[in-house]
T-cell receptor, first 115, second 109 residues
Framework: GAVVSQHPSWVICKSGTSVKIECRSL??????MFWYRQFPKQSLMLMAT?????????EQGVEKDKFLINHASLTLSTLTVTSAHPEDSSFYIC???????????FGPGTRLTVT | AQRVTQPEKLLSVFKGAPVELKCNYS??????LFWYVQYSRQRLQLLLR??SRESIKGFTADLNKGETSFHLKKPFAQEEDSAMYYC???????????FGAGTRLAVHP
């Protein structure tokens, strides 16, 4: 089946620094990728939708200058958390759509801790 | 506004008992609904989709437009069904999903 990977799985960074999270579709081409944020014991909150070769579409309330998304190829999307602060600590999950299919394939998530 | 409501945070049953995880939605158009499951230490994965009307792992879900519900049911719960279950609505552009808060199903021996 379709597999989505994320790297790193866990990262700690200091307040004020930037951190990049990668999302890769390993065995399919993903025209659309999604980035979610999940707080402990809470649901997934969609942050943005990215389409290969175009600018990401951010959900209301998500700072596009803080959460930079780049969908450089059909198999790779990156999320960069710029000038991270402790409140950005969370679990970030990406998903990918294969072609024009309906099923989103989810990555395992990346736990970000900002100290 | 598009919204998915899962009223129960935790559903605790004994093995062999029937299970119903509730999901209600709010959507102005024709909805497309899904159930996703997340087993312990695993990633989120699709369980079933209302359009396919199939049974997966003994689970079924019927879309009731009159009650705006998409409840997930299984007649006889198994211990391996213990997981977090999310109801999701596909709405807006780009096939984006709106998730409910999730219900943790705990099946006891």
């Amino acid at each position: 089946g379709a597999v989505v990977s994320q790297h790193p799985s866990w990262v700690i960074c200091k307040s004020g620094t930037s951190v990049k999270i990668e999302c890769r579709s390993l065995d399919f081409q993903a025209t659309t990728m999604f980035w979610y944020r999940q707080f402990p014991k809470q649901s997934l909150m969609l942050m943005a939708t990215s389409n290969e070769g175009s600018k990401a579409t951010y959900e209301q309330g998500v700072e596009k200058d803080k959460f930079l998304i780049n969908h450089a190829s059909l198999t790779l999307s990156t999320l960069t958390v710029t000038s991270a602060h402790p409140e950005d600590s969370s679990f970030y999950i990406c998903s990918a759509l294969e072609g024009f299919g309906y099923e989103q394939y989810f990555g395992p998530g990346t736990r970000l801790t900002v100290t | 506004a598009q919204r998915v409501t899962q009223p129960e945070k935790l559903l605790s049953v004994f093995k062999g008992a029937p299970v119903e995880l509730k999901c209600n939605y709010s959507y102005s158009g024709s909805p497309e609904l899904f159930w996703y499951v997340q087993y312990s230490r695993q990633r989120l994965q699709l369980l079933l989709r209302h359009i396919s009307r199939e049974s997966i792992k003994g689970f079924t879900a019927d879309l009731n437009k009159g009650e705006t519900s998409f409840h997930l049911k299984k007649p006889f719960a198994q211990e391996e069904d213990s997981a977090m279950y999310y109801c999701a609505l596909k709405g807006g552009g780009y096939n984006k999903l709106i998730f409910g808060a999730g219900t943790r199903l705990a099946v006891h021996p």
